[in-house]
Every structure is written in structure tokens, then in C-alpha cells.
């Protein structure tokens, strides 16, 4: 394999095996594959020297080829590997491995945090590095020790590409005696495994084939799955279309155009209440664990690195923000995947770090790096300038919804309940979440609507001086979900958007 078809994290492993780097921590979600790839980008055959040995909790170590089982004689006494089974015993037998050995280092995060451990591998630096060997160290995702920060290189295997996964799903056609599947039907089940490790794919695909092919349904139910096994990582599931949301005309079609525009996005994050998980990074208040600080750069450094692009949603809660981001998936046919930074958190010293770096390294797969950020927030000061800029779409302010939005709600509301003509109760202020909850009572309590009005309380009276800063705030600087351009706070335009009770039928 030539150095220039290499991808990034192979030819820098073969560049620290050149330069005689002695510790490296390789982020892999397959260690066997991972493996078998490192090798190969090294030309090293398992018939042929150097030393290639690895180690599990299991079996100890185990040669990979001849010149590892030699190895293992020479170092061990009478060859008893069972003497390397606990990690600490085994990194002091490697000491003793000859010129140019490899050993990988399986797990490696359930262990690099012992004490002896921790030693073990500082100890093998200088050694390893007067011969050119080296220490690969394996695991879903690493928090270093801070006595060993400075001496391991870390390095991230990225999932499969697109072309890796189209011959896994060729391979599995093949195994099961099928024809070769149609480019759209290979496109598609590639995007349905896409951000899966390679077992996994390959796993998955096999599961979903039938005697016609491929169940692509299926395929993407076993995907969502796996994906949600991932710390703070979920699909959504919703059915909801930009038709089911009243009003917020603006930002629908704005969404609307950008999906099917010049660079459409392959996957839409999701991230509500973004400012809780970022509070104190901003340095206004104070975030003793550091975790927010660790987010918040994670996160920069992610979204500038992708070119990953996205919108802010500022507004009153019940106002659609979160509902219109849960729908723009679906308006496209591409996933929604729900980033909940908060789910990440661990009480683990730099789990929460893993998580979201596995998290993210995750979303690039499923989005080949073409992802849309929508992020819902109710305190922009809670996010650092640096953080709003990577939003580079810009800031949407939702609105209380106009007496026409309102309307244009209660059709929604009143069908989707199936209560039919119905009148209602004076609705001025309310939000689009406050309808949806009238109608719900409405329909619960089997009494009429203009009734269930009675038990709500809008938030536009019960946090009325909030929602007049929230609007002074936004006004000329934010744009306008409701309608083209930059919103305008006009209070005499608020203080007359006022009803009262009338009776909405579905045919108005």
C-alpha cells in the first residue's frame, strides 16, 4: 500500500514507526480490524518479521506471527504466557522483546488507569524507543493519565468511508449467493450503515438480507440501535413534517431551500437547551468540573475542523424551536440525530470528554462531515461569541405566533385531536405548545375547547417581563423565524395582536 493512497491515521502510524515513536493509543471501535489494517499499511505479513505480538485480559500474549512466537519464548520462561495475563506483567515482559517488535495493547482504557499499569508503560519509553519498538494501545476511546500525556501520541481510526462500506455490503451479497445490488440500492443501503464499525456493518447486513436483497428498513433499525448505544446519542423518530408546525413560515422555508440547495446537508444534529451544557464556559459562571470548558472547545474545534455549519433557535419556550429542528430531518429524508450533551456527563475524571469525542467522531461517519447543527437556547450569554460564530447561519428569534399563526395552529391542533368546528378560548399570547395542550385536555377530559382553555396558564402572562427582554434583546440583531429578515420588537404591533373567543373551523 503506497503512502500517498494511505488515509491520515495510517500514515501517521507509519510515520512514527519510522522516526522510532515508542507509545501510541489508537481510537478504534474494531481493535481486530484496526489491526489488520495497521499491519498491512506496514507491509508486515504475519509469516514475516518483525515481532508482532498483542495482548488480552484473556489469553495474556499471544504471538501474531512466528517472529512473535519466538519472541515470546526468549522473554518468557518456558514460554508461559500465563505468566502475562495481569497488564502490569505483561508490559515488563515486553521490555525483554527483541529489536523492531510491535505489541498491541487490547482494552487498554479498562487498564491505563492503574498504578502499575501506568508505570509499566512509562517505563517501556526510553527502552522502546533505542530500537524502534513500539506499543500500540487500543480502545474505543482514551483518557490519558496525566503522568503519560506527554509520552503517548494519540491517534483516531475514523469509521469506514463510503467505499470501505460499499465492499463490505458486496462481500455479504456474495457470502449469501445474491446478485450484485443496483447503484441505488447499494447507495442506500450504504447510507442506511454509514457511522457503523466495520463488524458492525458487516454484521448488520447480513442480518437484513433476504432472497431479494437487502431490507433497507431493517437495515436502518439495527443502525439506530448501534447508534444509540453511543453516551448521549439518539434518533429521532418523530413523523413530524414542516406541515404539522404552524406559523414560523420564515425558518421553514429557509430549512426548506437549504436542504435542497448546492450543499445539502447529510444529517441534521440536534442539540435543545444548548446553554445548560455550556454554562461556565463563557466564564460568567463558574464550572468546577471543567467538563463545559472540555465541551465547548471539543465542540469549536470539531466545527471548524468539519466545516460544520448550523443555526441557533432563541425564543419563548412552546414557540416550535425544537419542534421545527426535529422536522427538518424528515422534510429531507436524512436522519436527526439528537446530541444530548448533558446524557454525556460521567462521573468518571475525562469520561465525559470520551463521550463526546466518540459522539462526534460518530456523527462525521453517519454525515460524511455534511452536518447542520440546529440548537435550541434560552440565554445567549451563556455561549461565548466564539461558539455563536461556528453557528454560521445565524440566530433565529421565535416569537409569540400572531393571531393569524394562532389560527393557522388551532386547524392543526383541532384535526389532529379530530374535534372539529370548535370554539375557542381567548388565545392572546399563547404559544403553539399551549394550543397543542389545550386541545390535548380538550380531547382527555372529553370536554369542549373554549373549557380546557381554563387550565392553562400562557407563559406570555406568567413570564411576561422575561419574554419583553428576551424581544428587546433580539430585536434588530437576531432574524425573524416568522417572517423574512431581521425581527422588530414594535410593542404597539404586540399590544394589538389581541382575540377573544371565537369558533375556528377546519374549512376556514
Not at 522473554?75 to 505468566?83: I, K
Not at 457470502?175 to 447503484?183: F, G, K, S, T, V
Not at 448488520?204 to 448521549?232: F, S
Not at 419556550?317 to 426535529?326: D, E, N, Q, W
Request: aromatic share 6%.
Amino acid at each position: 500500500m503506497s503512502s500517498s493512497s494511505l488515509p491520515l491515521w495510517l500514515t501517521q502510524i507509519r510515520a512514527a514507526r519510522r522516526v522510532s515513536v515508542p507509545l501510541i493509543a489508537v481510537t478504534t471501535s474494531d481493535p481486530a480490524h484496526c489491526i489488520r489494517t495497521i499491519l498491512s499499511s506496514l507491509t508486515i505479513q504475519t509469516d514475516q518479521a518483525p515481532p508482532v505480538l498483542k495482548w488480552d485480559v484473556v489469553n495474556g500474549i499471544v504471538a501474531y506471527n512466528q517472529a512473535g512466537t519466538e519472541a515470546i519464548t526468549q522473554a518468557t520462561e518456558a514460554n508461559d504466557v500465563f505468566a502475562t495475563i495481569r497488564p502490569q506483567d505483561a508490559l515488563s515482559v515486553a521490555q525483554k522483546f527483541p529489536t523492531g517488535s510491535i505489541v498491541f495493547f487490547q482494552n487498554a482504557h479498562r487498564f491505563i488507569h492503574l498504578e502499575g499499569v501506568t508505570q509499566a508503560i512509562w517505563n517501556l519509553r526510553d527502552q522502546f524507543k533505542q530500537n524502534q519498538r513500539i506499543l500500540i494501545l487500543l480502545a474505543p476511546s482514551f483518557t490519558i493519565p496525566e503522568e503519560l500525556k506527554q509520552d503517548i501520541i494519540v491517534i483516531d481510526e475514523p469509521l469506514p468511508t463510503p467505499e470501505s462500506l460499499q465492499g463490505i455490503i458486496h462481500d455479504q451479497y456474495t457470502a449469501a449467493n445474491l446478485e450484485e445490488p443496483d447503484p441505488t440500492t447499494l447507495n442506500q443501503a450504504v447510507d442506511a450503515v454509514r457511522g457503523l464499525a466495520s463488524f458492525s456493518a458487516e454484521q448488520v447486513t447480513a442480518m437484513c438480507l433476504t432472497k431479494k436483497g437487502v431490507d433497507l428498513t431493517r437495515l436502518w433499525d439495527r443502525k439506530r440501535q448501534l447508534i444509540e448505544a453511543t453516551p448521549g446519542l439518539s434518533v429521532w423518530n418523530g413523523p413530524e413534517r414542516f406541515a404539522d408546525i404552524g406559523g414560523v413560515k420564515a425558518i421553514k422555508l429557509f430549512i426548506s431551500r437549504l436542504l435542497n440547495g448546492n450543499a445539502p446537508p447529510r444529517t441534521i444534529v440536534f442539540v435543545d437547551e444548548i446553554e445548560k451544557a455550556m454554562a461556565g464556559a463563557a466564564g460568567r459562571e463558574q464550572d468546577t468540573s471543567g467538563i463545559a470548558q472540555a465541551y465547548h472547545g471539543m465542540l469549536l474545534t470539531y466545527m471548524q475542523n468539519t466545516n460544520a455549519t448550523g443555526m441557533l433557535f432563541v425564543g419563548p419556550p412552546g414557540t416550535s424551536k425544537s419542534l421545527v429542528a426535529k422536522a427538518a430531518g424528515n422534510e429531507a429524508n436524512i436522519p436527526t440525530i439528537v446530541l444530548d450533551l448533558g446524557g454525556m456527563k460521567d462521573s468518571l475524571v475525562g469520561s465525559s470528554e470520551s463521550n463526546l469525542r466518540q459522539a462526534l467522531k460518530v456523527i462525521s461517519a453517519i454525515s460524511d462531515d455534511a452536518t447542520l447543527f440546529l440548537a435550541t437556547c434560552n440565554s445567549l450569554q451563556a455561549l461565548s461569541p466564539e461558539l455563536r460564530r461556528r453557528f454560521t447561519l445565524g440566530i433565529m428569534y421565535f416569537d409569540l405566533p400572531s393571531a393569524e399563526e394562532r389560527q393557522s395552529i388551532w386547524r392543526i391542533y383541532l384535526s389532529q385531536y379530530q374535534l372539529g368546528e370548535s370554539e375557542i378560548p381567548d388565545d392572546n399570547g399563547w404559544t403553539g405548545s399551549e394550543i397543542r395542550q389545550c386541545c390535548d385536555l380538550a380531547w382527555r377530559l372529553k370536554c369542549p375547547v373554549s373549557e380546557a382553555g381554563n387550565y392553562i396558564v400562557p407563559i406570555a402572562q406568567s413570564t411576561a417581563e422575561q419574554i419583553k427582554q428576551l424581544r428587546h434583546q433580539a430585536s434588530g440583531r437576531f432574524l425573524c423565524a416568522n417572517h423574512s429578515g431581521p425581527y422588530r420588537f414594535d410593542e404597539r404591533a404586540v399590544s394589538t395582536n389581541e382575540t377573544r373567543s371565537r369558533t375556528i373551523t377546519l374549512a376556514d
